[in-house]
């Protein structure tokens, strides 16, 4: 368990740091109409139905039980 622990410690990354200059944007890309396109080809309309998303999650589906 020692060991384990030990390994674990050795491999946590340390905190990446970077300058401004160093940064670079992050690209985003959305489905539309059945294929994918970056937002920033977007026109100022499809931005604002992009931001205005409503987003869901699904619940799995409960088993049934037997009479």
Known sequence: MIETQEISRATEAAPVVLRDDERQRCEV????MGYHRPMASFNTGKKGEFHER?????RSCRPTLAA
Do not use: N
């Not at 890309?29 to 539309?32: S, Y």
């Not at 409503?54 to 699904?58: D, G, Q, R, W």
């Open 29 to 32: 890309w959305t489905r539309v």
């Open 54 to 58: 409503t987003y869901f999650t699904e």
